[in-house]
């Protein structure tokens, strides 16, 4: 992990620290990226070294985490980055999320039921059964 540290020179003025880890990634790289469509190796080049990697059952995961914090006397700003990808046992992008709120769902493999796989089934409730007498 990187770190940027960034000080203001001045004689007699009060100083700015601030501090950077790891890179944000570009909204435009972001947006190009298409799942189901994007392989781990084009993801990589794109987006660089992950901050992170490990699985989620059949999944590779990666992650890219950016934090950049900047201080001066009685003032602070702070702003962060998290960009999370699983890619499926075909090296394909099976789910790509940025800055997500909440613990993401494990996704489905690329040529699973979603995209182009077996069906998909049904997943409504069946219909209510009323009795003759109840209409």
Not at 46 to 69: C, E, H, K, N, V
Not at 92 to 101: Q, Y
Not at 119 to 135: F, G, Q, W, Y
């Amino acid at each position: 992990m990187s770190l940027l540290l960034l000080f203001s020179c001045g004689s007699g003025q009060p100083e700015a620290r601030g501090v950077q880890t790891n890179p944000f990634i570009p909204a435009e790289k972001l947006a190009a990226v298409r799942v189901c469509e994007t392989t781990v190796q084009q993801l990589l080049s794109d987006l660089g070294a992950p901050s992170g990697q490990g699985r989620d059952g059949d999944f590779a995961t990666y992650s890219w985490t950016a934090i950049a914090m900047v201080v001066e006397p009685g003032q602070m700003a702070m702003g962060s980055q998290g960009v999370y990808a699983w890619v499926d046992g075909n090296g394909r992008v099976a789910s790509f999320l940025v800055n997500p709120i909440g613990m993401p769902q494990t996704p489905q493999p690329c040529d699973g039921e979603i995209w182009g796989g077996l069906p998909v089934p049904d997943a409504s409730p069946p219909p209510m059964k009323k009795k003759p007498d109840d209409a």
